[in-house]
């Protein structure tokens, strides 16, 4: 069966970093995107950032590109989001998922892992 792991969320103070990891199990994911996405309290879900490969990386936002980066290691079949500068608002639980290889569909999920940034 197919699992995502998130590991690496905590509290931390607002300019602090994190460093969060999925391990994925039961598949590989290195035809497909792997990502992650994050839930503030009373807000919807949101993109974070993705990454099919080295080369194909995206963010959800400009803030997003110029503090957090993203990476996988295809070979532990893992992906990771550094997160540097973090502020209050960074505040939510982050989730790791991925895609099959030829779709773009969030097919898979983990249980998500809490970020808290105290001011």
């Known amino acids: 069966q197919v699992q995502l792991v998130e590991s690496g969320g905590g509290l931390v103070q607002a300019g602090g970093s994190l460093r969060l990891s999925c391990a994925a199990s039961?598949?590989?994911?290195?035809?497909?995107?792997m990502g992650w996405f994050r839930r503030a309290p009373g807000k919807e879900r949101e993109f974070v950032a993705s990454a099919r490969s080295s080369a194909g990386i995206t963010y959800g936002t400009e803030s997003m590109k110029g503090r957090f980066t993203i990476s996988r290691d295809n070979a532990k079949n893992t992906v990771y989001l550094q997160m540097n500068s973090l502020r209050p608002e960074d505040t939510a639980v982050y989730y790791c998922?991925?895609?099959?290889?030829?779709?773009?569909?969030?097919?898979?999920w983990g249980r998500g892992t809490q970020v808290t940034v105290s001011s």
């Open positions: 039961g598949r590989t994911f290195s035809n497909g995107l």
């Open positions: 998922a991925a895609t099959g290889a030829t779709t773009n569909v969030w097919n898979y």
